[in-house]
């Protein structure tokens, strides 16, 4: 072992500035060579194997001080430090090594982006033991959730969660993890520029195109009430483009080609001069519409005879496609 206090006094004089180039670990990026001590931010004492005490008073600015690897740690003692020091003495590497990698192309490491968000070293240990060592995807956005949104913490999962998924508090567990996942799905799609809140798919809202969809409702008409009823329906309950019905006029279409006779059915291939709705653009103030005008129609048999359950499904699974 190697005197802590010793070693800090040859690298980083008190009347001069730090002697130690590239000072650096896996994660953490620190270049003090020719700092005084007054000008040091972070300090890596990592893999020096040092032991005793250390007396960093001088060291006015220092923010971080990270021991990594650091096999003395539990004779390391930190003293006389700045009160806005932050000590990683714990080795966070013994957790999961990715740890000490960069998040996400930050310029943070793994540690530091955790910390960011309040968590401590035991408390990211407890996590990590609750799940039997297994880091899940994306685990700091999941564990925050589940603090934040659920105010549950390690102990209680590791107290009420089954592996088998067979008690009460298990299924409730495996509920909030659903819920969790379409949290990131519609966080991943992004807000919406006028009510803010949570996109239901790429660039699409709900709730706001519901409203633009029934300001047109008196614009078109099939002529009939239940026809009408379904692509309303369609249009308000839509979560994303794929899910819109449209009443389009026959005469909108041209080139009208026969293709085949089916059961059910005559099919036609046919063009119309606009495409599918795509997505609201916000700046022009109407719907974009896809760029394909090519469609296929259908002409169901007997469709003059009432309207019939069956036939409103044909007309739901006949969506217009390119």
Request: contains cysteine.
């Amino acid at each position: 072992m190697v005197n802590a206090q010793i070693w800090l006094d040859h690298w980083y004089p008190h009347n001069g500035t730090c002697l130690r180039k590239n000072e650096k670990d896996w994660g953490n990026k620190i270049n003090n060579f020719g700092k005084s001590r007054s000008q040091i931010t972070h300090l890596n004492l990592s893999d020096q194997g040092l032991s005793g005490s250390l007396d960093l008073s001088d060291f006015t600015n220092l923010r971080y001080v990270y021991t990594f690897n650091q096999t003395g740690t539990d004779r390391l003692e930190i003293i006389n430090k700045n009160e806005q020091v932050n000590v990683a003495l714990s080795n966070w590497m013994d957790i999961n090594p990715f740890f000490v990698e960069e998040y996400q192309n930050s310029n943070q490491t793994c540690q530091q982006k955790w910390e960011e968000q309040g968590f401590a070293y035991e408390e990211v240990k407890e996590w990590f033991n609750a799940w039997e060592g297994v880091f899940p995807y994306d685990g700091l956005n999941l564990y925050a959730w589940l603090k934040n949104e659920k105010k549950i913490d390690a102990q209680w999962v590791r107290n009420n969660v089954d592996p088998n998924n067979e008690s009460e508090t298990s299924k409730l567990f495996e509920k909030w993890l659903e819920e969790y996942h379409e949290w990131v799905w519609l966080r991943d799609n992004g807000t919406c520029p006028y009510c803010q809140r949570f996109n239901t798919s790429l660039e699409w809202c709900r709730d706001c195109n519901a409203k633009r969809f029934q300001q047109d409702f008196d614009k078109w008409t099939s002529g009939n009430e239940e026809i009408d009823s379904l692509i309303r329906k369609s249009q308000l309950e839509a979560t994303n483009p794929s899910g819109v019905i449209e009443w389009i006029p026959y005469q909108e279409f041209s080139k009208i080609e026969f293709l085949a006779q089916g059961g059910f059915a005559k099919v036609y291939r046919a063009e119309r001069e606009k495409g599918d709705i795509f997505i609201w653009n916000h700046e022009q103030g109407k719907w974009q519409r896809e760029s394909n005008n090519t469609f296929v129609l259908k002409v169901l048999n007997n469709s003059s005879q009432g309207i019939t359950k069956e036939f409103l499904q044909e007309i739901s699974n006949c969506r217009t496609a390119s």
